[in-house]
């Protein structure tokens, strides 16, 4: 087959233009609301309570996990990740991430509590 002559067109190639073949790119971040309802659901507490400011360890620690992770999958500034979670102001969620950053690193127990929630921020990230 002689191809000097002839003009190429997308078509000639095998996939193109194929639907099965366009993937959609994944998305790279998720909405505040997504964090909570992750969090919420594996700690097995009410999704308003992440939005008290309850100071209570079975509030606090959920409240804190949320803001860790709002800030490692969403694009959202500290300010709005404490508005949207507890109602506290950015200094507040810099320290919760703090927090949990000193828990992963002296306490093997949490650590693998913090993977698996990751693990389900990534499948759901990944699953749009």
Known sequence: MNLKKQKVSAYMIPGVNDPDSIKKPKRKYLFIEEVKQIVALYFGIPLFNLSLKNKSRKI???RQVAHYFARKYTEESFALI???I??????TVIHSIKTIDDLIDSNR???KKIQEISTLMIN???QK
């Open 82 to 84: 404490g508005k949207e």
């Open 124 to 126: 759901k990230r990944d």
């Open 60 to 62: 606090v620690e959920p």
């Open 86 to 91: 507890g109602g506290v102001d950015h200094a």
């Open 109 to 111: 127990m949490f650590e």
